[in-house]
């Protein structure tokens, strides 16, 4: 890890600990063929202002639905619980219309795949501009020109022809600054960004990344940043939540999670990403994870775990300290 990764953690504990948006008991079912799947099971967290949160895990650990679920963009088939807490606004509560004024507002999200987020009849100078009316009542000609402005911070060069441009048009790179200019429009309190550099080449997505940190130290603009890429992690965010079959098992600082892990999972995680020397095995997570419409009553990694024991499945009861909390009985 990175020493200007712990530095800015030790910075943002010395920023007010006041809390943008607190999440507390969350779950999120789906019906689906008669089974119930448990895509988040009583999930709680807390983005403090300016901070950069990582939520990481294995594809299907609930890491985008989370993030899905605080703008309730997880569709009319799903059932909520619990809060979303935005500045003493619980968004739960809001019906739809209430909600339109949140989504690209208050709180913004770059999605995974800018190909499928981008509409492919409509060049990006319009789509810019309809969010600017949206969410700013700005007319076409003050549309345009702040697009203009939009795509020149975010680094897209001659942005008055790539205004014209269709999203094919665009490179990768192009349409991901695209869509982080769009999320950057209407200057939200939050972004969400749910792994905004999976589909992009090693040089692209390092130019992403430092445009990310840029954005969150000029504008203080509060991050969640949903990834599987703790590399990542270690040179971007102050705290990870680490998340596994719908549940959070275990969260702290960068510093605290990178050198003392608690959980079994996360300790696997970050063996599975380690250098190993040449001609060695790299270490692989055995097993896979459990199907989520039928859940231990346990612990839910604990098929997977070298230390599992009989009292594993029974209730597991998180364990806090301070600003730390692990859902294991061992640690």
Known sequence: MSTATTALSGELAAKSAENILEIRGLTLNFKAGGNTIHALRGVDLTLANG????????SGSGKSVTGLSILRLHGKTATMAGSINFRGRDLIGLDEEEMRSYRGG????????????LNPVF?????????????????????????????????????ELRLKSFPFQLSGGMRQRILIAMALAAA???????????????????????LLRQINETEKTAMIFITHDLGIVAKLAHRVAVMYAGEIVEYGS?????????????????????????????FAIAGSPPVLTSLP?????AARCNYAEQRCNATVTPQKMANRMWRCIRA
């Not at 901070?51 to 294995?58: F, P, S």
């Not at 050198?259 to 300790?267: F, G, R, V």
């Open 51 to 58: 901070e950069i949160l990582a939520i990481v895990g294995e």
């Open 106 to 117: 208050k709180i913004a999200m770059i999605f995974q795949e800018p190909m499928t987020a």
């Open 123 to 159: 060049t990006v100078g319009f789509q810019l501009a309809e969010v600017l009316k949206l969410h700013c009542n700005l007319d076409r000609a003050a549309a345009e020109k702040r697009s203009i402005e939009l795509m020149n911070k975010v680094g897209i060069p001659e942005p």
């Open 188 to 210: 939200p309190e939050i972004l969400i960004a749910d792994e905004p550099t999976t589909a992009l080449d090693v040089t692209i997505q390092s130019q992403i990344l430092r």
């Open 254 to 282: 960068v510093a605290e999670i990178f050198s003392s892990a608690k959980h079994p999972y996360t300790q696997a995680l970050l063996a599975s990403v380690h250098d190993a020397p040449r001609g060695q095995k790299l």
């Open 297 to 301: 009553a346990g612990c839910a990694f």
